[in-house]
């Protein structure tokens, strides 16, 4: 019955800040080239470094890119860790660290798997651990008495 023409949608208000969709698919902070820190970081989200870090880095969980531009002294503890710029420090990682052409790392590389591209820098000891052989079971003492399907085991 009421038509609204091409003009009245112009007036239209604008998007709510509910309603823009993200930019990023998931959770990353960057840390900017001009930005200097000195401390101790961590967070629940991947990290990008093109700034200046100074401390330790604690992303056990997550994955820490350090940029062309980014320039750490500091331990980091992460997933996993690419290296494009500059690190002096160790790396403990329970997965992949990876140094691109023209890294640069001084320290030690404590690491599941490691790619390193020619034009990489390193310096520092490389340990991709022994891997842990699996632990036996007690074996079972034969005067308990099996459970009932009908019980429940409690923790």
């Given amino acids: 019955m009421f038509k609204k023409n091409q003009d009245d949608q112009s007036l239209a208000?604008?998007?709510?800040?509910?309603?823009?969709?993200?930019?990023?698919?998931?959770?990353?902070?960057?840390?900017?080239?001009?930005?200097?820190?000195?401390?101790?970081?961590?967070?629940?989200?991947?990290?990008?470094i093109e700034g200046m870090i100074e401390g330790t880095i604690a992303h056990h969980d997550k994955n820490i890119t350090i940029g062309k531009q980014g320039r750490v002294i500091?331990?980091?503890?992460?997933?996993?860790?690419?290296?494009?710029?500059?690190?002096?420090?160790?790396?403990?990682?329970?997965?992949?660290?990876?140094?691109?052409?023209?890294?640069?790392?001084?320290?030690?590389?404590?690491?599941?798997?490691?790619?390193?591209?020619d034009g990489a820098w390193f310096s520092g000891k490389l340990d991709m651990g022994a891997s842990t052989p699996a632990q036996v079971a007690d074996e079972p003492d034969d005067d308990k008495e099996p459970l009932d399907e009908s019980e429940e085991l409690t923790a």
């Fill in 74 to 117: 500091a331990d980091i503890h992460a997933n996993s860790v690419i290296i494009e710029g500059e690190l002096r420090g160790d790396i403990h990682s329970d997965g992949l660290v990876s140094l691109a052409d023209g890294a640069s790392v001084t320290g030690n590389i404590h690491c599941a798997r490691i790619v390193m591209q």
């Fill in 13 to 48: 208000s604008p998007p709510r800040l509910g309603d823009v969709q993200p930019i990023r698919s998931r959770n990353v902070s960057v840390i900017g080239p001009t930005l200097t820190f000195r401390g101790e970081l961590s967070a629940d989200e991947d990290l990008v």
